[in-house]
């Protein structure tokens, strides 16, 4: 697909800061805008919903390309690296940012839910004019300042996610052979991973590990790890990492950012763990990354 793309250099380019996704891992974010495009890859520790409005985006993903245009809408994990690097000059897009706590509230195969936290994105053009609408209206209510007005546009959002099961849709890459079928599990486990996110959602600047959060669901901890991986694809630890990361991510885009502070700031106890964690998620230090996004 070729678009009618700007030179990025002509062109406003996302810059996280700390009060976007990055730094706030817990809340459900709206947006119904033009797209920015990526001068290098971000992750956050949500769940992504794009809907394309109108033109076309091309995203590179961890291990993977993805070109959408007008009335496709995507789903993907947002925790593996992935950047909008096109995107066409008339281009709109909508959609959100999930918290795991309300990913894990979606009624979905649970094949599906496996493959979105193991790196796959669901794509689908199964969409109409209401979709247009809808967006752009749900934006409105989570901006509008009344927590009621916000309240229902998620739920609206999540049951119009929960139709993709009823209608054709594509996961990207196709599965290889051999999918894991340990990855389905029930409403009751559901609801444990649920609280698991919650509490590490809301304490992890603070030092938690793996007692801590089994203890805050009321499961033993052995089972607490378990269920999180068979769930998640990821290990309690990683999780937590992450929101780590993706808060410091964000601190790290500040011009006065230091990077042994923002290694304290982020929960890390130490800066060797903290940049052992940040090379292994972006491939470079957290003084080349901000170097790099700071120019």
């Given at each position: 697909m070729e678009l009618a793309e700007s030179k990025i250099s002509d062109r406003p380019f996302y810059q996280p800061g700390a009060s976007s996704v990055e730094g706030w891992p817990l809340v459900l974010q709206m947006f119904h805008t033009r797209p920015l495009v990526m001068l290098q890859p971000h992750w956050h520790a949500q769940v992504e919903v794009n809907f394309i409005v109108r033109g076309n985006v091309h995203y590179r993903m961890n291990d993977h390309e993805i070109s959408l245009s007008s009335g496709d809408m995507c789903l993907f994990w947002g925790?593996?690296?992935?950047?909008?690097?096109?995107?066409?000059?008339?281009?709109?897009?909508?959609?959100?940012?999930?918290?795991?706590?309300?990913?894990?509230?979606?009624?979905?195969?649970?094949?599906?839910?496996?493959?979105?936290?193991?790196?796959?994105?669901l794509v689908t053009d199964a969409t109409d004019r209401s979709d247009d609408h809808n967006f752009e209206r749900w934006n409105r209510y989570a901006r509008s300042g009344d927590p009621v007005k916000a309240q229902h546009a998620v739920n609206e959002l999540l049951l119009r996610l929960e139709r993709v099961r009823f209608e054709p849709y594509r996961l990207v890459p196709e599965a290889s052979n051999g999918v894991d079928a340990a990855?389905?599990?029930?409403?009751?486990?559901?609801?444990?991973?649920?609280?698991?996110?919650?509490?590490?959602?809301?304490?992890?600047?603070?030092?938690?590990?793996?007692?801590?959060?089994?203890?805050?669901?009321?499961?033993?901890?052995?089972?607490?790890?378990?269920?999180?991986?068979?769930?998640?694809?990821?290990?309690?630890?990683?999780?937590?990492?992450?929101?780590?990361?993706?808060?410091?991510?964000?601190?790290?885009?500040?011009?006065?950012?230091?990077?042994?502070?923002?290694?304290?700031?982020?929960?890390?106890?130490?800066?060797?763990?903290?940049?052992?964690?940040?090379?292994?998620?972006?491939?470079?230090?957290?003084?080349?990354?901000?170097?790099?996004?700071?120019?």
């Amino acid at each position: 697909m070729e678009l009618a793309e700007s030179k990025i250099s002509d062109r406003p380019f996302y810059q996280p800061g700390a009060s976007s996704v990055e730094g706030w891992p817990l809340v459900l974010q709206m947006f119904h805008t033009r797209p920015l495009v990526m001068l290098q890859p971000h992750w956050h520790a949500q769940v992504e919903v794009n809907f394309i409005v109108r033109g076309n985006v091309h995203y590179r993903m961890n291990d993977h390309e993805i070109s959408l245009s007008s009335g496709d809408m995507c789903l993907f994990w947002g925790g593996l690296p992935h950047q909008m690097d096109e995107a066409s000059d008339d281009a709109i897009y909508a959609g959100a940012h999930l918290p795991l706590v309300h990913f894990f509230r979606l009624h979905l195969p649970a094949d599906i839910r496996h493959r979105l936290m193991t790196g796959a994105a669901l794509v689908t053009d199964a969409t109409d004019r209401s979709d247009d609408h809808n967006f752009e209206r749900w934006n409105r209510y989570a901006r509008s300042g009344d927590p009621v007005k916000a309240q229902h546009a998620v739920n609206e959002l999540l049951l119009r996610l929960e139709r993709v099961r009823f209608e054709p849709y594509r996961l990207v890459p196709e599965a290889s052979n051999g999918v894991d079928a340990a990855s389905v599990f029930d409403q009751q486990s559901s609801r444990n991973v649920g609280r698991m996110c919650d509490f590490i959602a809301e304490n992890f600047l603070y030092e938690i590990d793996s007692v801590d959060i089994a203890e805050a669901a009321d499961i033993h901890p052995k089972y607490a790890m378990n269920v999180f991986k068979k769930s998640t694809g990821m290990t309690l630890n990683e999780y937590l990492n992450l929101l780590r990361l993706s808060y410091a991510q964000a601190l790290l885009m500040k011009e006065d950012a230091n990077v042994l502070r923002v290694a304290m700031e982020s929960g890390f106890g130490s800066l060797s763990a903290f940049n052992k964690s940040f090379r292994k998620l972006a491939g470079m230090s957290p003084s080349d990354f901000r170097r790099v996004a700071v120019r």
